[in-house]
Nanobody, 123 residues
């Protein structure tokens, strides 16, 4: 059974930090690109960051310099460290495993989704 379980969301004031984690099971984690997406109320779901198993990372422009990502391929966990958070970062954040051979922040490339974790940033 495929599972992606996010944790670590919460509420923080602008300028603060949060760390999200995503524990995966039921599929070949190390061979796939893993990503984070987010969706704010009334907005489309958008890609935040994608990482491949070799350490390659691509961030969306709006989080560059503020967010970092890491993954533990032995424990099948990926982490998203979010610093200098802004109110516009408020959204539900979703962990995603991409289809084999795909490594771009494209919704159609997502193979598996987590259930999401809420991040709220107040001004």
């Amino acid at each position: 059974q495929v599972q992606l379980v996010e944790s670590g969301g919460g509420s923080v004031q602008a300028g603060g930090s949060l760390s999200l984690s995503c524990a995966s099971s039921g599929f070949s984690y190390s061979g796939l690109c893993m990503a984070w997406f987010r969706q704010a109320p009334g907005n489309r779901r958008e890609g935040v960051v994608v990482s491949d198993s070799g350490g390659g990372i691509r961030f969306a422009e709006f989080v560059k310099g503020r967010f970092t990502i890491s993954r533990d391929n032995t424990r099948n966990i990926q982490y998203l460290q979010m610093n200098n958070l802004k109110p516009e970062d408020t959204a539900m954040y979703y962990c995603a495993a991409l289809r084999p051979g795909r490594c771009q922040l494209v919704l159609d490339y997502v193979h598996y989704w987590g259930q999401g974790t809420q991040v709220t940033v107040s001004s």
